[in-house]
């Protein structure tokens, strides 16, 4: 049961959870958002720290709001504003903050960072996106892909562009759900490889399949789903104009999205870099499930919350 794996644990990557426990996650926020939170109150008494070494607009606000409908209050610290932009050590700011709250919600860059930080704390950490990967998202996109489509077995996916934090998440939740999974990248922005194989094992275990190419238009070819994000993330901002150009083929515009099903819909996380991975035209477009996307990013939070601090 997911709710006992979760209970009082970090939430760190989607690599300890298997395809039941994402299948039984997303029945719970499912209800969640049908039905509202209930009367559920497992943050009464309870201070939860939003800690963000990088900017935030849909992550921060929906795990405030999220921890908030819980009966908690939620305390925002910008790495900017604390000791950390002074020297001190993540591990430090870990063991303190762990003697005032009952949790705490970590941005921040390489995934080693965070991990350190949650060996040394003593209460549990959730990964609000590091450089490696951005489980709470991914959690997200799984629930509105389950209410636009009804099941994951058979189903494709194709994600378009860099094959950065967002895309690692993408693979290991539609491996371990049975999806297809097709990744087209510019040669060299392909994902970690050792995410690549553990997707390719998940995809063993649980039927699920992964592709990787450098074609845009044979990963969208008959796709259910066609998923972009930023060419740059955070921290990794283009340098130059051939920077951008490597990406140009890779734009998810009305034209691309002939080659995917009639009835596939269009993702992606936000921010959007509007007419550049993705055009006005799609985003705002009849298949776009881009919105839906973003509210759901709060009812899989409250779920994630309600099981990690169920009583
Ligand atoms: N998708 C997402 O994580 O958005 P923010 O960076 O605004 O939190
Ligand atoms: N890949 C993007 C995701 C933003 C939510 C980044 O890391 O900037």
């Known amino acids: 049961m997911v709710k006992h794996k979760l209970k009082n644990s970090d939430f760190l990557s989607l690599k300890h959870l298997d395809g039941d426990d994402l299948r039984d996650f997303l029945e719970v926020a499912h209800r969640i958002k049908k039905e509202g939170t209930k009367g559920m109150r497992p943050l009464v008494n309870k201070a939860i720290a939003l800690l963000f070494e990088k900017p935030s607009t849909r992550t921060r606000v929906s795990f405030e709001v999220a921890i908030l409908r819980l009966g908690g209050d939620p305390i925002v610290l910008s790495g900017e504003e604390l000791q950390i932009k002074r020297g001190e050590t993540i591990e430090d700011t870990g063991r303190v903050l762990s003697r005032y709250v009952d949790g705490l919600v970590v941005r921040t860059f390489a995934q080693q960072r965070l991990e350190v930080l949650a060996q040394v704390a003593t209460v549990p950490v959730i990964n609000a996106l590091t450089d490696e990967c951005h489980p709470c998202q991914a959690l997200a996109d799984m629930l509105t892909i389950m209410e ?27 491996t371990k759900l049975g999806m297809e999974i ?44 066609v998923y972009t994000d930023v060419w740059f993330s955070m921290g990794k901002e283009a340098e130059s104009e051939d920077d951008t150009q490597l ?6 515009n009305s034209e691309l999205l002939r080659y995917a099903k009639p009835d596939a819909i269009v993702m992606h996380d936000l921010p959007a870099h509007r007419g550049k991975e993705i055009t006005d035209e799609v985003i705002d477009g009849s298949r776009s499930a881009v919105w839906d996307q973003a509210e759901n990013r709060l009812h899989a939070q409250i779920a994630l919350l309600g099981m990690i601090f169920s009583g």
């Open 182 to 225: 097709a990744v087209a990248t510019p040669p060299g922005k392909e994902p970690m490889e050792k995410i690549i194989e553990e997707s390719r094992e998940n995809s063993q275990v649980y039927g699920g399949k992964l592709v990787l190419l450098n074609d845009p238009l044979e990963a969208v070819q008959d796709a259910d789903v």
């Open 247 to 252: 990406f140009a083929h890779f734009q998810v």
């Open 148 to 174: 636009y489509k009804g099941s994951f077995e058979g189903l494709k996916l194709a994600y378009l562009g860099d094959g950065n934090n967002v895309c690692h998440s993408l693979m290991r939740a539609c």
